[in-house]
């Protein structure tokens, strides 16, 4: 059983900053990718950023320069350090695992329970 457990949402002002975590827990070996999606009220859900098992890394336009993915191979835990952020930014923030799990022999995909991030003044 694997698990990926998001933390670091909040209320923020605009112009602030924010850094989200991805804990990924269980009978996993390797992540190959980590993504991470946001869901506003009445919107679908947007990929935001991913990063590679091997550290690369890509933005959505409306992110990049304010946000940076990043992961702690050790930990089996993943970042997103958001910078300048705006009130468009305020959504639910998910993270996905795209990962080898050694306890069903496969590559699976799972995804974490979402924190909420609030961008207003």
């Known amino acids: 059983q694997v698990q990926l457990v998001e933390s670091g949402g909040g209320l923020v002002q605009p112009g602030g900053s924010l850094t989200l975590s991805c804990a990924a827990s269980?009978?996993?070996?390797?992540?190959?990718?980590t993504n991470w999606y946001r869901q506003a009220p009445g919107k679908e859900r947007e990929l935001v950023a991913t990063i590679t098992g091997d550290g690369n890394s890509n933005y959505t336009d409306s992110v990049k320069g304010r946000f940076t993915a990043s992961r702690d191979a050790a930990k089996d835990t993943v970042y997103l350090q958001m910078h300048s952020l705006k009130p468009e930014d305020t959504a639910v923030y998910y993270c996905n695992g795209d990962l080898w799990d050694y306890g069903k022999k496969g590559r699976f995909t799972y995804w974490g329970q979402g924190t909420q991030v609030t961008v207003s003044s």
């Open positions: 269980g009978t996993l070996s390797w992540i190959y990718v």
